[in-house]
Nanobody, 116 residues
Framework: QVQFVESGGGLVQPGGSLRLSCAAS????????MGWYRQAPGKERELVAH????????NYADSVKGRFTISRDNAKNTVYLQMNSLKPEDTAVYYC?????????WGQGTQVTVSS
């Protein structure tokens, strides 16, 4: 059974930083490109960043470019999202999934709230 478990969210002030982690199980992690997604209240889920299987290629949504960094450790079956210079509009539930997500692989996500 494939499972993605996100962690690392929380409440942070504008300008602060958080590092999200997503631990994968039940798949051969290293053969899949991975993505971080987010869903804000009342909005559709959107792709924030994605990373290639080996980690050499990354891409970001314009809204987070220069502030967020996606990385992965295939030995630990884990993908990370370093988020710096956080803004209130980054408030959302953050999820990881394959890049080209599968509906049956969504986890619980981790809540990120940016507020003073």
């Amino acid at each position: 059974q494939v499972q993605f478990v996100e962690s690392g969210g929380g409440l942070v002030q504008p300008g602060g930083s958080l590092r999200l982690s997503c631990a994968a199980s039940g798949i051969i992690f290293s053969i899949y490109a991975m993505g971080w997604y987010r869903q804000a209240p009342g909005k559709e889920r959107e792709l924030v960043a994605h990373i290639s299987r080996g980690g050499s290629s990354t891409n970001y949504a314009d809204s987070v470019k220069g502030r967020f960094t996606i990385s992965r450790d295939n030995a630990k079956n884990t993908v990370y999202l370093q988020m710096n210079s956080l803004k209130p509009e980054d408030t959302a539930v953050y999820y990881c999934n394959q890049h080209g997500p599968r509906d049956d692989y969504w986890g619980q996500g981790t809540q990120v709230t940016v507020s003073s």
